[in-house]
C-alpha cells in the first residue's frame, strides 16, 4: 500500500515545509442563552494573522464578524439531534489545515502555532491534552475523571496509544483527512470521534499540553511563567569539549521523554561515545526501558548503560563527565535538566519544541521534531567534534547565567512593582449579590 493511500508516517518521512499551508480554524460558540458578542470579538483578535478563513458554528447564519484579510462564516445554531457538534463545520473549511475549537474562553488561540508546528513536521493530527505537563485541568470533575481514565485504559489496549486526553475538543489536523476521520452526525461528542478515528486509520498522532481555568475565567489575563531559578555556577573552562559518554537524565517515560526515538537514533549513527541514561520512573516504564535496552545491548561490549537513579551528588559529577546532554522529548514544560547542563557548560541536542526554544541563544543544537535520523546525524558529529562542543558549551554557560535565583527574582519583582503602581481596577459587584456596608 502506498504512503498516500496509507496515512500513518514516520517519523523518516519526508515533511511539508513550513509556512506553505492555508489554515482554516472552526469556532463552535454553545448555545447558552448569552450573547457571545464581546467574547467572540476578543477571541478573533487573537486569532493569528495567517489563519484566513474562520467557519463560526453558533449564532445567526451567514457572515459573522468582520475581520481584515479574514473570512468568517456562520452557519447557524447546533441541531442537538444531529450530532454534538454539526460535522459540516469541518467540512465547509477551507484550509489546507484544520484547526478546531471552542470559543468560550477555555481554548487560546495562542496555542494555535503550537498545534501547527507538530502538523509541518509530519504528524497528521495533533489534539490538546488537560493531562499532560502544562496542561490544565483542575476544574475537571472527579466523576469524569475516573470515567475517562477506564475509557483511557480502553483505548490503548485498542490501540496501543500512550494519549491522555480523549474528550477536548482543541485539535489540527490535515483538510485532506476529513473523509478518512468518517464523522457521522450520530450524536456522538465530536472530539472523542475524531481521536478514536484517527487512531483506528493508523494517522500519526501527538498530543501537546493545553486548555486553562485562567483564560476561560478572564480571556483578557495576561498570564505570564516565570521559570524555576538555579544557584550560579562558576564555569570550568578546561572542561569545556571534555567529556566520556553522551547523558540522558531525567524520569523514565519512554513515550513522553522520547526514550525509544534517542534508542532509534543511537542505532542508526553509533557514534563514538557510550549512551548513559540517568533516572527513574514507575515499574512499569522501567521495565519497559531495560527490555528496550536489553534489545540493543547484546553482544559482549554493550555500549548503551541504564544507571538507574540519580542522586544530586550523582547527578552533579554525571552532568561535569558527561560530553553533552540529549534531551528528545515529545513533550516539554521548560526543561530544568536543559538548564543545569548548561551551566556546566554542556551542548544540549534536542528536538525543536516550542518550551524549549528559549534555549536557542545558548549552546542547544535543536533538530527537527521526531526526526529521527537527523537527530542521530547532529549526535554522531557532537561525539566526534570536541572544538564544536567547546563552542556550544561556552554558549551555554552564558545563556545559564540569566537564569540564576537573582535574575528570575529580579523579574518576579520588577512585574509586582508594575502591578502595584497600576491604578486599581473597579470591581463590580457580581449579579445576585448586594453591596453592604460597616458603620
Known sequence: MSSDAHPLRRSTDRVPGPGTSTVSLVLTVRPDGQDPGN???L????VPEYVRDV???GGPT???PARDGTTVRALGVWDFTRGDIPHAGLRAATGDLIVLMDADGSMSPHEIPHFLHYLESGFDFVKGSR?????AAADYPLGRRIGHRALLRVARRLYGQQLTDLWYGFCAFRRGFVDLLDLREDGVELGAELVTHALHYGLRVAEVPSGSAIRRLSPRADVQVFAEGMDPRLLDE?????GQFILFLGRIDTWAKGLDLLLDAYDRARPPLDLLLAGSGTPAEERRLAALVAARGRGPDPRIHWVGYADEERKRQLLRDSAFLVLPSRHETFGRVALEAMSYGKPVLHFDLPALRWTRDGGSVAVAPFDVVAFGERMGELARGPALRRDLGRRSALASRRYTWDEMTGRYLALAHRLLDAPA???RP???TSCRTTR
Not at 238 to 242: I, Y
Open 43 to 46: 477571541l478573533l483578535g487573537q
Open 62 to 64: 451567514g457572515a459573522g
Open 238 to 242: 578546561s572542561r569545556l569539549g571534555s
Open 55 to 57: 467557519v463560526l458554528i
Open 39 to 41: 467574547a467572540l470579538d
Open 131 to 135: 493531562f499532560i505537563a502544562g496542561g
Open 425 to 427: 481596577a473597579v470591581r
Open 430 to 432: 457580581r449579579r445576585g
